[in-house]
């Protein structure tokens, strides 16, 4: 509850130091009560907004910088699923103290990204609390041409950009750490040296949102998703959204994980390398379908974006979601995607 | 961090039992990656962000009801404060757990709201955490007719919309009650009758959003803000953008609280008043300046809106902010407003 006594303009100096910056894009940036945006015509305008909170989406103690870049990096991440280009984001705040130390370093890993996708940070909130951080971000997309998640159709090829399960093997290394136990899990262990272990750290905590894949995949892809819950979860709504089933390949799958290049030897591992690609999460990467038809174009999409995709198998018209191997033989699913209320 | 052992679809449903609703002026709702709008042409969106943590702006056993209709109103008041017609909106929202029992009443005081305001609740984002609501909200303006802080002349009136000081005299009270102290503080007591307290706490848990108002004021007030952080901080943020400053009369000041008319009889009692109507936010009315020549207009959009508005005082070209009695006489001025981080 707000405290009373003597008051200075702590809170808006704050903002100020950290925060405003030229808004060129905007009609009107921070500082009044509402920011002003126009539309450009015959621009449909996309908007997602993220929460990400500590101990949940990050470790407490982890580096701002990267932190920055990663409350921005999930937002753009959902208008890069929907084909969009990025415009602006508001960001709210909510920190235990306004310790100039973490936000210097916090601000400035965010707004590198920021301007790295001209995406122009337009207004604000900033209050005390635990920490939380909530970004609402503004895209554009030409009318017709936004990525859904409805419209994969039976036939299609289902693709996914980038490497998977890099950033679910870190976190579950990292939360060995942080417990101090390598107690039993219900994975076997993946012994990981400390280049491979750099490497999907730094796709946990900074992951690269696909923006430049998503826009030149507007008329080409029949659906799209990014990658946040697990692979797995992310297509199931591509799926359920499109009324279709899908079949993958596992073998395909198993080759996805950059940290861990053919070294799952046995059938553990491998079964513990398939759980994280298939439903690790937090890779921000994208899921998408496309025509067989339309291979060539994929290509030339990904090729155009130095975005790397690989098809991991097919759109069915049966519901549902089977996991075969090379040879077309079932796999047990019981790869499941990340809940964040279980 | 996540857990990832058995799942069910717990946040996907808790979501869509709760919060999915038609969007009939959005192209794409709640369930894809992004929600898609389309902005009319000849229209600004105005944006804004608040973000309400427990036990800083509500008490954590705050009736859920009452909260979910104070967190979609402060957002509605900034976009009142530029005279924007409200159109959409975003709810991130992190919950120590995912109780139905809380959801429920949350939902329906935040959507009967909306409905009123036909404000489209059209994504969002749900986690595990410490209780925290984020909403970003999306209206439309006219260009050209934003109402800004920055548009206040020498000369205009100022005014304010309906009361002020409840919310914050409502505050005092709850607090007090919830530290189980009359202890001193450095206001004097004001004593309330049960009817009294009733209403300043309504002012204080449902604040009305004056967005007919700040539509109704387009083309006549030169500049506005919404009241939440006190009327002196948020009137300070018209000067300092406008380059101007102003003299209040606090013998009108003194008048404007709804709970305690005319029973500040010692000058203590005044001052603690005063201290309430000036310093207390949480008003979520307006205060707005316009030429004096448009004092029929500004009465008709008042009548038009069904907002009450009074004149409190003046805008100078001296920069500072001035406080008189009715015979123009200096009032010391101590009353500061409300900082997050103070």
Redesign the interface.
């Known amino acids: 509850?707000?405290?009373?006594?003597?008051?200075?303009?702590?809170?808006?100096d704050?903002i100020k130091r950290f925060f405003t910056r030229p808004t060129p894009r905007a009609?009107?940036g921070v500082?009044?009560?509402?920011?002003?945006?126009?539309?450009r015509?015959g621009?449909?305008?996309?908007?997602?907004?993220?929460?990400?909170?500590?101990?949940?989406?990050f470790?407490a103690d982890v580096d701002p910088r990267t932190l920055g870049h990663k409350a921005l990096a999930v937002n753009l991440s959902?208008?890069a699923?929907?084909g969009?280009t990025p415009v602006?984001f508001?960001?709210?705040?909510?920190l235990p103290e306004?310790d100039p130390a973490w936000l210097a370093p916090f601000a400035e890993g965010m707004l590198a990204l920021a301007d790295a996708h001209g995406c122009e940070l337009?207004?604000?909130?900033?209050?005390?609390?635990?920490l939380?951080i909530?970004i609402?971000i503004?895209?554009e997309?030409p009318?017709g041409q936004?990525l859904?998640?409805?419209g994969a159709q039976p036939g299609d090829a289902v693709y996914v950009s980038g490497t998977l399960g890099d950033a679910?093997l870190a976190?579950t290394h990292l939360?060995r750490e942080w417990e101090g136990t390598e107690a039993a899990t219900?994975t076997a262990a993946i012994n990981l040296s400390a280049d491979a272990m750099a490497l999907a750290r730094a796709r946990l905590e900074q992951p690269t949102p696909r923006v430049a894949l998503g826009t030149a995949l507007r008329g080409i892809a029949t659906s799209?998703?990014?990658i946040s819950d697990g692979l797995l979860g992310d297509l199931g709504h591509i799926l359920e959204?499109s009324g279709v089933g899908a079949t993958l390949d596992t073998d395909r799958a198993l080759t996805l994980m950059a940290s861990h290049q053919g070294g799952a030897n046995t059938e553990a591992q491998q079964s513990t390398v398939l759980?994280h690609v298939l439903?690790?999460?937090?890779d921000y990467e994208l899921v998408f379908t496309a025509p067989t038809s339309r291979e060539a174009a994929v290509q030339a999409a990904a090729q155009a974006s130095q975005s790397p995709v690989t098809c991991i198998g097919r759109i069915d018209a049966t519901p549902g979601l089977r996991l075969v191997d090379r040879n077309g033989l079932p796999v047990a699913n019981d790869f499941?995607?990340?809940?964040?209320?279980?």
Chains 1, 2 share one sequence.
């Open positions: 509850m707000p405290a009373h006594s003597a008051v200075a303009m702590g809170e808006f704050l009609v009107l500082g009044d009560d509402c920011a002003l945006l126009q539309p015509p621009m449909l305008q996309a908007i997602s907004t993220d929460m990400l909170v500590s101990g949940r989406h470790f959902d208008l699923a929907c969009a602006a508001t960001l709210a705040l909510a306004a337009i207004g604000g909130d900033t209050t005390r609390g635990p939380n909530c609402t503004f895209g997309v009318q936004a859904l998640r409805s679910n976190l939360l219900s799209a998703a990014d959204r759980r439903s690790g999460g937090d499941l995607s990340f809940d964040h209320f279980v």
